[in-house]
């Protein structure tokens, strides 16, 4: 009987040994705080994922908000000499943004994993703050080109945000996490371009409360940027309290030697206890050996990562065509084919599109994702994509409440699904690596997917201005052809969620 006792004592006394060393050697180290957090208390952190939500959307808010009003943008400058032409143009104003996050995306991505994802967060909200405001008081092209791409190299957000947002809170809730920061962004895809539709122009569209003579009336496209880097200023106060997640040692040249044995099981607090034991009371052998082998691989060289970024990438490639391509054609007069919507009318539509995505990401989408999987999610998004797209030239055939009706459901119905399959391929991504690649894993995928977005806009514009001129061709006439091409964007974005092309990780 005394054998099982002082056995039992025994370990007791190891357990409190190693909590000591624990605490004396990582109570001031932020990452191993949330880990502890996670380990003892699951539940889900509402006030963190507020915060990631706030975070995102503020960065999501100026990418899309100029297109309601971009049309009469290029306009006013005068620098289109055709109206057909102006959408050729927008297209380079509207991938000015993705261009430049393209350059540095990966930059961010390192710098959130040396320093901290904190510090990259707080001066990403910065720029924002400075850089939204400038545009809006852009006079001309090259002034609007110039504002864009620097918003677009200094607001590095998006990444740190996902690998953030899944560090915060248990494997369970990940689903949940991601489905938070693709909902921000959706959102703020989505309410962007509403703001921009009501608020441009506001001498001409509210003139009892703005004159022409007014800053508003002598920059009509400031107050949209106004508001929202005012809500960006206030995001940046509320969130400098913000926890950070990195792991930061004594005695370790980096953060990231020992926490990858958190990552090597779900029960990470218990392995980081019994490893530091044994490193302590046996010879201090390095706690590198215990790493993932998967750690230790490049990033490039992981193929669940880079498959999945890939088909990101050309998802994101159809959705910021589709973005562009949207308001240009419900702007652009009936004889072209459009709708002859106001900015009015536009932001409308997104506002109605916003309330439906936000009410479907949060209550629908982590239910669904459980049981079917965040690929067939994408799947799915992607084949009901397909039709609905090629009713669009139809629906412009339509005029009064059935008009109305149409639109604000397939807009709706369309973003529903372009954000569900973003959220999908959000989790392949970070499942795919180790939290001490997160930060680096989303830098790559950031600047590939700004890449190809870069691309969206500038093809979209112009195949959007090449399609007006062809009214009367006898295949696919008008914008028949723009939304042909969009189509084939999604087709090979779906045989890419297919194997062999698409490799899952072991932990997804």
């Known amino acids: 009987m005394a054998g099982p006792a002082s056995d039992h004592e025994s370990n007791r006394e190891e357990e409190e040994a190693a909590a000591a060393l624990l605490k004396k050697n990582y109570e001031n180290c932020p990452g191993c705080k949330i880990a502890l957090l996670n380990d003892t208390n699951p539940a889900i952190p509402f006030k963190l994922f507020f915060s990631v939500w706030i975070v995102v959307l503020a960065s999501a808010l100026p990418i899309s908000s100029l297109f309601p009003f971009l049309y009469f943008m290029i306009k006013d400058f005068n620098i289109a000499k055709r109206e057909e032409d102006i959408g050729f143009y927008a297209g380079f104003v509207g991938s000015a943004f993705m261009f430049g996050r393209a350059l540095t995306s990966v930059l961010w991505g390192v710098i959130a994993d040396r320093y901290g994802r904190k510090p990259v967060i707080m001066f990403g909200i910065g720029a924002v703050v400075i850089f939204n405001t400038l545009f809006g008081l852009s006079t001309n092209f090259w002034m609007a080109i110039s504002t864009r791409f620097l918003l ?121 206890e019994g490893t530091l034991y044994e490193s302590n009371m046996e010879e201090k052998e390095p706690i590198i050996e215990t790493r993932c082998p998967s750690s230790q691989q490049s990033l490039l060289k992981n193929w669940p990562l880079m498959s999945s970024i890939l088909v990101y990438c050309v998802f994101q490639l159809h959705d910021m065509a589709y973005s562009e391509i949207f308001s240009l054609w419900a702007v652009s007069p009936r004889k072209n084919g459009g709708l002859s ?59 009064g409440r059935s008009l109305t009706l149409l639109v604000n459901c397939a807009s709706m119905l369309k973003n529903v699904l372009c954000v569900s399959i973003t959220t999908g391929m959000f989790l392949l991504q970070n499942r795919a690596v180790t939290q001490q690649q997160r930060g680096a894993a989303n830098g790559i995928s950031m600047s590939a997917m700004s890449l190809f977005k870069a691309v ?42 297919f194997k062999p092309f698409l490799a899952l990780s072991d932990q997804t």
């Open 152 to 272: 677009g190299s200094l607001c590095g957000i998006l990444g740190p945000m996902r690998a953030y947002a899944s560090e915060v809170c248990c494997k369970e809730y990940q689903a949940l996490a991601m489905s938070i920061i693709s909902t921000s962004w959706g959102v703020g895809l989505v309410i962007g371009p509403a703001l921009g539709g009501f608020l441009a122009q506001p001498a001409e569209k509210y003139p009892n409360i703005f004159s022409k003579d007014s800053l508003f009336g002598r920059f009509p496209y400031f107050l949209p940027c106004l508001i929202i880097s005012v809500f960006t200023l206030g995001v940046f106060f509320s969130c400098s309290s913000l926890p950070e997640t990195i792991h930061i040692h004594d005695g370790f040249e980096e953060h990231d030697e020992s926490y990858d044995v958190l990552e090597a099981t779900d029960d990470s607090y218990e392995v980081l």
């Open 341 to 399: 919507y106001s900015t009015a009318d536009v932001g409308e539509v997104l506002a109605v599109s916003g309330f439906g995505l936000l009410v479907f990401q949060l209550f629908l989408y982590p239910l669904t994702e459980r049981k079917v999987g965040p690929i067939m999610i994408s799947r799915i998004g992607a084949v009901l994509s397909i039709p609905l797209l090629s009713c669009y030239p139809l629906i412009a055939m339509l005029k």
């Open 456 to 497: 969206g806009p500038a093809a979209g514009g112009s195949i959007f201005s090449w399609a007006q001129k062809r009214q009367n061709a006898s295949f696919l006439p008008g914008d028949q052809m723009v939304f042909f091409m969009l189509n084939i964007i999604e087709v090979i974005g779906l045989l890419m969620t």
